[in-house]
């Protein structure tokens, strides 16, 4: 029977180490301190990790574990490696992927954080990590009227899932004010103002879970766009035209009961409700021919900042966005070619811009943005540091003879972070730049001949 049990034991530890990947067992993780802030809609958190490698053998990454309530709303997984101290802390970003792990339980998700160079038996690595998750605070009630404040109900562990033993951790979730309704206690649990603290928690095994709900304000304006589509067409006579069509929902608390504009607007000043009625897009610099409109026209309550670094659009609906409600719009406006249109050492041009949404501390569900090229361009290609859905298309627009290709760059679940540089490569012949000339020309000569030819015939007629 001792035998019996001691092959099973035996058996299920290869089977777990196969499955592990062998790296599993050999770390373990000394302290990880998480910072999760939830004072905005989108929610970030941080975590420093030192982790120690106990086995016999080198290895080259660590795994994360993300619960299935998080896997889907989870935007953007960070890690930096991070050796020295305080002011002479040096950073080095790693790679980091999704990844699978066969004894996962039930939907967890995983990524595999990349070492610089494996991790030595005894030796420890300090990292930080940054993950960003949308949608995760749910409004509780769903339903308020224009009164009431927002409250939100945000889920999560008091233990961090890992596939990792953890020696020592702690959590901290930061509020946005100090109107705590409630929260889970798992002892020892603090709060202090706007901060709950849970832990330290000593030695938990790999996948330790301990569910927590924490119930509070949060009054920030739920920007979700449910759609953007963004056109940047390059035409080498000078400027870029940017065009946004956005398509932006309320996403908190449904809004219920009757809209008194008069109440909303004498309310405005002293109450913190949800709602939102302007919005602030950060725009490149020396931007011009600014214009904002909806279905209806042009709207005129927008005003425009423009700086030395960016400018600033301050746009203004047409009607506030109370809970749930919508609005469409589109924004337009052209900059220099100059400031974002490059050649490379190997004679190849490029355009180097701003990927993601330019309005302020927004999610984007469903984000498209397409680069025309100018007419002749050829093998385009695209340079961007996260994965997105890359296609080509043509588009034909006034004079053109070829059509223009089009790079079409798409990607759910934006955030703010995601609003980084990106390039986008192709070659051109000047020649072709010659094209719409040479066409407008020929044009006017075949009107030209045409004349002639009229006033040669008329003439003749008026001879005989
Ligand atoms: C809307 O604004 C644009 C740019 O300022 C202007 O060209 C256009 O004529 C305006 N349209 C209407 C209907 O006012
Ligand atoms: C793109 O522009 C950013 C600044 O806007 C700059 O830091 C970056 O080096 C540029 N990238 C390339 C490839 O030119």
Not at 44 to 66: H, I, Q, Y
Not at 136 to 141: R, V
Not at 187 to 201: D, T
Not at 234 to 257: C, D, P, V
Request: glycine share 6%; aromatic share 12%; net charge neutral.
């Amino acid at each position: 029977m001792a035998d019996l049990i001691g092959v099973f034991v035996f058996v299920s530890a290869v089977f777990l180490s196969l499955s592990a990947g062998s790296s599993a067992l050999d770390l373990q993780i000394v302290n990880a301190e998480r910072r999760i802030d939830v004072s905005s809609h989108i929610v970030k958190s941080f975590l420093t990790l030192k982790v120690e490698n106990t086995g016999k053998d080198r290895v080259p990454n660590m795994v994360l574990a993300f619960p299935h309530t998080q896997i889907n709303h989870l935007a953007m997984v960070q890690a930096l490696a991070t050796t020295g101290k305080k002011k002479k802390m040096t950073y080095v970003p790693l790679d980091v992927k999704p990844t699978e792990q066969p004894d996962a339980s039930n939907d967890t998700g995983y990524f595999s954080i990349l070492f610089a160079k494996p991790l030595g038996p005894g030796e420890t690595i300090s990292l930080e990590v940054l993950y960003i998750l949308t949608h995760s605070l749910e409004p509780f009630p769903a339903e308020i009227s224009e009164s009431e404040p927002q409250l939100v109900h945000y889920r999560d562990s008091a233990f961090m899932l890992s596939p990792y033993h953890i020696k020592q951790q702690t959590t901290f979730i930061k509020m946005p004010n100090v109107k705590v309704e409630s929260f889970t206690s798992v002892e020892p649990v603090n709060r202090a103002g706007k901060e709950i603290k849970y832990g330290p928690y000593e030695n938990r095994s790999p996948y330790s879970y301990a569910p927590i709900t924490v119930h509070f304000e949060n009054n920030s304006p739920f920007a979700v766009v449910e759609e953007l589509v963004r056109e940047i067409e390059i035409s080498h006579w000078g400027s870029l035209q940017i065009t946004e069509n956005y398509r932006l929902a309320h996403g908190g608390a449904r809004h219920k009961g009757i809209f008194s504009r008069v109440e909303y607007q004498s309310r405005r000043s002293f109450s913190g409700a949800p709602s939102f009625n302007d919005l602030l897009a950060v725009l490149p610099p020396r931007v011009n021919s600014v214009y904002y409109r909806d279905e209806i026209g042009n709207i005129s309550s927008s005003h425009l900042r423009a700086g030395f670094r960016k400018s600033e659009l301050e746009i203004e609906p047409r009607y506030p966005l109370l809970g749930g409600w919508r609005a469409n719009f589109d924004i337009g406006y052209r900059v220099p070619l100059e400031d974002f249109l490059f050649e490379s050492p190997d004679g190849r041009r490029y355009l180097n811009f701003t990927f993601g949404c330019p309005l302020v501390e927004t999610v984007v569900d469903k984000l498209t943005v397409k680069v025309v090229l100018p007419e002749g361009s050829k093998d385009p290609s695209a340079v961007i540091p996260f994965p997105v859905d890359q296609a080509l298309e043509v588009k034909y627009s006034y004079l053109d003879v070829m059509g223009r290709v089009v790079v079409v760059l798409k990607k759910n679940n934006v955030v703010p972070s995601h609003n980084v540089p990106f390039q986008v490569y192709y070659s051109f012949k000047p020649m072709f730049m010659l094209a719409e000339p040479f066409m407008l020309v020929s044009a006017f000569f075949m009107f030209f001949v045409a004349c002639l030819a009229y006033i040669h015939i008329d003439l003749t007629i008026g001879g005989k």
